[in-house]
């Protein structure tokens, strides 16, 4: 089927058994509003994971450095993973398949192995940064990572290991929508309301020029918000979800409802540290950590705003673990052809749910190693994110023009490829201004 | 599909019927089978060469931008 509209089937005979059985409602407006629940989960899922462990270290941190001064970028993100993101739900309904499978097929196995290394070497360090939160949090309410890291993994395992999609998807969503709780903490944090709405529409820089923090700063708060791993996801999850050509708008509304969660949710993360800002408490780049500024956030606000903050950063944590990790498996299963998909069970597809529970097992377990160089390795998951997403994206770009494959219904219109040029070659001038500093440290004064 | 009309005979109500997309039948999709590899420009795959090194190359740099961080040249620094 090609068109993007419902085409009208047989009239359903409920006598016959083999037709799907379905919700009865009299209004087109209750249609609408069922269908969308039932289409709802991989946009939102993919955005609320995007707002990682790495990203609450990253979001309030910059709070923390330069107050609400960066609140502005965000609103600037909030359309570019949109944009990105509903290319590959596009890409999901029209093809089925997730985002390597395309790759291989489209580009051939040269290009496709270089993608899939790629992604799976970068997803393994974002998941070792993700149970670091854990063992973070897990440290700062008095409990040992050597119990709550191994627990985590148990959970994430069982969460993807019940065979049945609609689950894992229900259990996420829970899991996303705790993310909400962040604005009752921002908003008791008490923010200066005025200088947040300057600051949210007026571009400005932190007193204190371009240095070579703001610039890391903001190539990390854009490599956070836009993640090669997030393209492979989401098309893998549409794809095992089996949305239909006429899910199409109820998957941008998805991707659009949960672009806006994830920007809200980031700027509640800056505003928290703009707390530790306001109350001057002692900030060092090379120090950070989240789960420390929430002790000292505590003594200023109360233990329970501590513990909320520890808590979701468990929650953050989790949820981008799941996420990235069946990215992994998504990505690996599709290009070894082996069987794959949520709701196969684990005896149906060994290798998908191997790949999951390795990645996760061996994650959590360097975690674990005493003296193990964890900031190191954020550090490199951010510069690498940011330094990989612009190829990530080409490949996506090219995928979109293919219209021998789309048609002109799915493929990109002339307006999509003059936004996504723009998106590229700006993510491309600060993957080069990262790679220069990386290269010359010197090049911006500290 | 997402929906369906189901029409009685007798009167003139009408049904619509939600299927979860799990539950439908299954469409046909765009397939790349058959299809064999995108068609690229001699520039287009030019221009891919020329990202794939540069990631090659960047990447080469953070990794040893990270040892030297983490000791394992320490000695060259001195």
């Known amino acids: 089927m090609n068109t993007l509209e419902s085409t009208p089937q047989e009239p359903l005979d409920p006598r016959n058994e083999t037709q799907p059985v379905g919700i009865t409602v009299r209004k087109p407006w209750q249609r609408n509003v069922l269908t969308f629940l039932l289409v709802v989960g991989p946009g939102l899922i993919v955005m609320a994971a995007d707002n ?18 960066l609140l502005w970028l965000l609103i600037l993100l909030l359309p570019t993973c949109y944009f990105i993101q509903e290319m590959v739900a596009r890409l999901g309904i029209a093809t089925g398949q997730g985002h390597a499978a395309m790759i291989y097929q489209r580009f051939g196995k040269w290009w496709g192995v270089f993608s899939l290394v790629d992604l799976l070497v970068l997803n393994f360090l974002t998941l070792v940064t993700e149970f670091a939160g854990v063992s973070l949090a897990a440290s700062q309410m008095g409990l040992s990572p050597l119990l709550v890291v191994p627990l985590a993994a148990l959970a994430l395992m069982a969460l993807v290991t019940t065979g049945s999609y609609r689950r894992w998807e229900r259990i996420t969503i829970t899991l996303c929508l705790l993310n909400l709780t962040w604005l009752v903490l921002a908003f008791t944090s008490h923010p200066n309301g005025g200088e947040v709405l300057h600051n949210l529409v007026v571009p400005n820089i932190p007193g204190g020029g371009l240095t070579s923090g703001l610039i890391f700063t903001v190539i990390a708060i854009v490599g956070t918000t836009i993640a ?32 806006c969660l994830t920007i809200t949710v980031a700027g509640c993360m800056m505003l928290i540290g703009d707390a530790a800002f306001r109350h001057h408490i002692p900030f060092s780049a090379d120090t950070f950590d989240p789960a420390t500024m929430a002790v000292s956030l505590g003594h200023i606000f109360g233990p329970w705003f501590k513990t909320g903050i520890l808590l979701l950063m468990v929650d953050a944590a989790i949820l981008g ?44 377990a360097l975690v674990l190693v005493p003296r193990a160089p964890l900031q190191l390795i954020i550090v490199s998951v951010q510069v690498l994110a940011g330094v990989m997403l612009p190829s990530a994206i080409v490949f996506l770009q090219l995928l979109l023009n293919d219209r021998e494959l789309l048609g002109a219904q799915f493929a990109n219109k002339p307006w999509n490829n003059v936004v996504n040029w723009i998106i590229i070659t700006v993510l491309f001038v600060l993957s080069l201004v990262l790679a220069l500093q990386v290269i010359t440290p010197t090049l911006f004064p500290k | ?75 060259h620094l001195h």
């Open chain 1, 228 to 259: 090669p791993w997030q393209l492979f996801f989401q098309q893998s999850t549409v794809a095992d979800k089996k949305l239909r050509f006429a899910d199409l708008k109820f998957a941008r509304l998805d991707t659009f409802l949960g672009a």
């Open chain 1, 321 to 364: 673990a799941t996420a990235i990790s069946l990215s992994s498996a998504y990505a690996y299963g599709e290009v070894r052809g082996w069987s794959h998909g949520l709701q196969k069970s684990v005896k149906d597809a060994p290798g998908f749910y191997g790949t999951y529970i390795a990645c996760v097992a061996l994650a959590a």
């Open chain 2, 1 to 75: 599909m997402a929906t369906t009309m189901i029409k009685s005979p007798t009167t003139i109500q009408q049904s619509l019927q939600v299927v979860h997309p799990l539950d439908d039948i299954a469409e046909e999709k765009r397939s790349p089978e058959g299809l064999g590899q995108m068609h690229m420009s001699p520039s287009v795959k030019l221009s891919l060469y020329a990202l794939r090194g540069y990631l090659v190359l960047i990447g080469l740099m953070v990794a040893y931008r990270v040892l030297t961080l983490a000791g394992i040249f320490s000695h």
């Open chain 1, 52 to 69: 990682d462990a790495g990203a609450v270290s990253t979001y309030t941190q910059a709070g923390a450095q330069y107050g609400t001064h």
